[in-house]
């Protein structure tokens, strides 16, 4: 039996995607995508892709390098452009020396995610700055018993 943990969905003209992670009876997850495309006269054709976990990674990597490629449909005030001004490789430079994203966000008045779009599209993987619960210091941590 599979079961659907999340699902979200995209229409697009004459198209819709519906993207879900399902889990299968053995408790393995993998992403599934349906594309459905709406022609005239209820022959609607499907097509299903299937893929696991660890193609994920490589297949948002490759689709985000692929991005750069194709021509933006989007209003201009959507699309995610990076500044002609903006000094890629001293944001690099600072976000490997540890300085967090939202500091850089205030340093080179960008938004977050035209930072974190800077670090993919320069193989940058972007890493998680929040503290672990068990190290953060409680108020009665350090007391005495």
């Known amino acids: 039996m599979l079961n659907t943990l999340k699902t979200k969905q995209i ?8 993207i879900d992670l399902i889990e299968n009876e053995r408790g393995v997850k993998y992403i599934q995508i349906v594309q459905v495309i709406t022609v005239e006269g209820n022959n609607d054709k499907r097509q299903v892709i299937k893929f696991n976990n660890q193609l994920l990674y490589d297949m948002i990597h490759t689709l985000q390098s692929f991005q750069e490629d194709l021509p933006m449909y989007l209003p201009e005030s959507k699309r995610l452009k990076a500044p002609h ?5 001293e944001l690099i430079k600072r976000y490997c020396n540890g300085i967090k994203i939202e500091d850089l966000v205030v340093q080179f008045s960008v938004s977050k995610e035209v930072i974190e779009q800077v670090l993919r599209n320069n193989d940058i993987e972007i890493a998680n700055s929040d503290i672990p619960y068990y190290l953060k210091r409680g108020k009665n941590r350090n007391q005495r018993r």
């Open 85 to 89: 001004n903006l000094d890629v490789k």
């Open 11 to 18: 229409e697009y003209d004459k198209s819709s995607f519906l």
